[in-house]
């Protein structure tokens, strides 16, 4: 081994220069990879307008006390590629509606969201050909009578493997 001869390196303004540029270059990296991450996700929007949602909330409240006492009983099943949906009254007899529609979404991404119109098969009884991918659902369900008034429901699902768990 040769022993280091001569005089140890200096810290000169390039070195200072070099730390500086990287220093920065990382925050600034960091920043725009967060921007693009925050961009790129769900919008965190719930409602368009926060004045008009708050004043048909006690509406809706009454809406939804009015359809619990009814008392009507809703069935979901999803499963090989099909949507099954149901709706029994108090006393089990199917109520006839007109169309039913449910929605799709996921809690935290709109991306995915979708909607079909199930059919009716029979009374009570709608159904569609669609296949629902695997993960966490919220499902609003809305069932038009035919003098106008509507049934809404939501629930949140998991499904697995194309099937309802």
């Known amino acids: 081994m040769t022993p280091r001869s ?3 390196r200096q810290f000169t303004g390039w070195h200072m220069l070099t730390i500086m540029v990287a ?8 920043n725009l990879l967060m921007a693009t991450f925050a961009n790129t996700s769900w919008t965190g929007l719930v409602v368009q307008n ?3 949602a708050s004043q048909e909330f006690n509406e809706r409240v009454a809406e939804s006390r009015a359809q619990a006492a009814l008392g009507w009983k809703t069935t979901l099943k999803i499963a090989d590629g ?8 108090a006393s089990g007899t199917p109520v006839r509606a007109e169309s039913v529609v449910a929605a ?3 809690p935290a991404y709109e991306a995915e969201d979708w909607q079909v119109t199930l059919t009716g098969k029979d009374t009570g009884n709608f159904a569609a050909l669609a296949a629902v991918r695997d993960g966490i659902w919220i499902v609003n369900t809305k069932a038009r009578m035919a003098d ?3 049934y809404r429901e939501t629930r949140r ?6 099937a309802l768990k």
Not at 23 to 30: C, R, W
């Open 23 to 30: 220093f920065f270059g990382v925050i600034i990296s960091v």
């Open 50 to 52: 926060t004045y008009v």
């Open 104 to 106: 799709f979404r996921r």
């Open 82 to 89: 099909e949507i099954r949906y149901s709706l029994d009254d």
């Open 148 to 150: 106008g008034t509507s």
């Open 157 to 162: 699902i998991v499904v697995a493997d194309g």
């Open 6 to 8: 001569g005089q140890p």
